[in-house]
């Protein structure tokens, strides 16, 4: 069972929280609709997602300043998912519906705590997605930025064309953006600014804009504000049974958005996270958010990025965001219809730009690691900003599993263990050949994967005549690969035909059981497995005098 937070774990809210809900709430006006408009859905659908999911989110949420509202990953999928089925992104009902039914699977997976699944991903992986997703949210602005829409199938493609074609871009958007970024530096650097240092850009160049009369796109040129809070809006149950593949497509979306949000802005209060307690505030939020005239819904790396930006430093920052987006929208909507785009385009390009220079030090780590996971970051990196959302999660996790896989393999050994008769034992490299009636410990390190075991049947030893081979399996998984369990019976049969002997050492209670259901236990004869005790190496010197005592009972061959 999930544990929601208690009033009082929630913490009191610091003023700083209340700016940068201000902050937060101001940009969800622009983005949300914007985000909105481009997928083909009613740019009011965008505006008021930052509203009930905001705030359910954030009450709910592991992540402390996670802020939950659409994304343009979510848009894009969930216009995908519609035009797939048939069914009209104008249509509320049809909106609604695939909002609740995504919600529903991202509360499933959050309350049969699938959130482990994302712990199998490597870091190189999440490193290379959420570096792709950062550059995503800055290629996404770019028009916002200079009233030049680039051009590609890919946000690279959009990236070089964008730059090549520096000769169009419009000259007030441009200007526009550029004063955006450098009020925002000026204001950083003044350390009793620095937290409202959007706000004050914003604010700023936004007065500018229309003192000196401008010519840019505000946000009315994207659609009306309605002066109203989001009403109740009943989802089209009939459209249900088209949208419930496509909603665990947006669930998957969200969810692997938002699972590189907590590594990239660790809880202010200490605490952990939990991806298992991220899942069920999505789905909340997006359940709940859907009723409510929202799209669906997931952790915004963006707008968490603005709210941290701004000084954010409880979940009330995220709450404070939707309560300020709704009185924004109903008392000042006309106010708010005047904010320039290029003024949230350059401030989307400045949060951008700081999570992809937060990343470096991550980017270092892993290209020092190994050329295998440089490779599986780079590979990720392109996939997010080349294929479609859900593919590039499939392509990560795939490389997760595949870098695993190599790893695990690699890292698996055999040694050889001597006791050096004070109660220790040293480790040495195995023998050729077994030494005729003694016992030799063999320690197996490894996960029984069956990429590993070529190599471990290779360094196996020759066997001989009484000779007897305790094969210690401390780390061996409870349910080891039918492929090891194979091996090992060849190796004993291998050693029975010889003469010798096949003994297991710190065998848990799982895996004897499975030993004995296959009937390895019988081939190997009796007492030949021996359980793990609470001492490290009680089982082992158990073995050994099992071994001894064998090696005595047996003539030696004349």
Same mark, same amino acid.
């Given at each position: ?67 939950t509202t659409l994304t343009s990953a979510i848009a894009l999928t969930s216009q995908s998912v519609l035009s797939d089925a048939g069914l009209d992104p104008a249509d509320a009902g049809n909106v609604a519906v695939l909002g609740l039914l995504s919600g529903v699977v991202m509360l499933l997976m959050g309350v049969l705590r699938l959130g ?217 909507? @006309? ?127 020759? @066997?001989a005549p009484r000779a007897v081979l305790v094969l210690v399996l401390r780390t061996l998984p409870d349910v080891p690969s039918s492929a090891m369990i194979k091996l090992l019976d060849r190796l004993a049969e291998d050693l029975h035909r010889a003469g010798g002997r096949l003994l297991l050492a710190g065998v848990r209670p799982p895996l004897a059981k499975i030993a004995e259901t296959t009937g390895l236990a019988r081939r190997l ?29 047996? @003539?030696?061959?004349?």
């Amino acid at each position: 069972m999930i544990r929601r937070p208690s009033l009082r774990s929630l913490g009191r809210p610091k003023p700083s929280d209340v700016t940068a809900g201000l902050v937060t709430g101001l940009f969800s006006i622009p983005e949300g609709m914007a985000y909105a408009s481009i997928a083909g859905f009613n740019p009011v659908a965008g505006l008021f997602s930052g509203v009930v999911p905001a705030i359910v989110g954030s009450l709910t949420a592991r992540t402390v300043l996670m802020v939950t509202t659409l994304t343009s990953a979510i848009a894009l999928t969930s216009q995908s998912v519609l035009s797939d089925a048939g069914l009209d992104p104008a249509d509320a009902g049809n909106v609604a519906v695939l909002g609740l039914l995504s919600g529903v699977v991202m509360l499933l997976m959050g309350v049969l705590r699938l959130g482990v699944v994302l712990s199998f991903v490597s870091n190189a992986v999440m490193v290379g997605f959420s570096t792709g997703i950062a550059l995503q949210i800055v290629v996404g602005v770019l028009k916002d930025a200079t009233a030049y829409q680039p051009k590609g199938h890919n946000k690279l493609v959009q990236l070089g064309d964008w730059l090549v074609h520096a000769g169009s871009w419009d000259l007030a958007a441009t200007l526009t953006a550029v004063a955006t970024v450098a009020v925002w530096a000026l204001a950083h650097v003044v350390k009793r600014l620095r937290t409202v240092a959007l706000l004050v850009a914003m604010v700023v160049v936004s007065a500018g804009v229309a003192a000196f009369g401008t010519d840019v796109e505000l946000v009315s040129d994207i659609a009306d504000i309605p002066a109203s809070l989001p009403h109740f809006t009943a989802p089209d149950w009939s459209a249900a049974p088209h949208l419930v593949g496509g909603a665990l497509s947006i669930a998957l979306v969200a969810l692997t958005q938002a699972a590189g949000i907590s590594p990239s802005v660790p809880n202010p209060d200490g605490s952990k996270p939990s991806v298992n307690r991220d899942f069920t505030a999505q789905g909340l939020a997006s359940v709940t958010g859907s009723l409510f005239q929202s799209l669906p819904v997931g952790g915004s790396l963006s707008r968490t990025g603005v709210a941290v930006s701004a000084g954010a430093h409880t979940r009330w920052a995220g709450v404070f965001s939707g309560i300020w987006l709704a009185l924004i929208v109903l008392a000042l909507a @006309p106010l708010a219809e005047r904010i320039p785009m290029p003024v949230i385009g350059g401030l989307i390009i400045v949060v951008g730009g700081e999570l992809i220079i937060g990343k470096i030090p991550d980017i270092r780590l892993v290209l020092r690691t190994s050329w295998l996971s440089a490779a599986a970051m780079l590979i990720t990196f392109l996939g997010t900003t080349q294929l479609p959302l859900q593919q590039a999660i499939i392509l990560g996790a795939v490389l997760s599993l595949l870098l695993y896989c190599v790893q695990a393999s690699r890292q698996a050994s055999l040694l050889a263990l001597t006791p050096t008769g004070d109660g220790r034992w040293r480790t040495e490299a195995v023998p050729r050949t077994l030494p005729a009636g003694q016992v030799t410990v063999l320690d197996y390190s490894g996960v029984s994967l069956f990429a590993e075991l070529p190599a471990i049947e290779r360094a196996w030893p020759e @066997p001989a005549p009484r000779a007897v081979l305790v094969l210690v399996l401390r780390t061996l998984p409870d349910v080891p690969s039918s492929a090891m369990i194979k091996l090992l019976d060849r190796l004993a049969e291998d050693l029975h035909r010889a003469g010798g002997r096949l003994l297991l050492a710190g065998v848990r209670p799982p895996l004897a059981k499975i030993a004995e259901t296959t009937g390895l236990a019988r081939r190997l004869g009796p007492d030949a497995i021996v359980p793990a005790e609470d001492t490290l190496f009680a089982a082992v010197e158990t073995a050994v005098r099992r071994g001894r005592d064998w090696i005595d009972s047996t @003539p030696p061959v004349s």
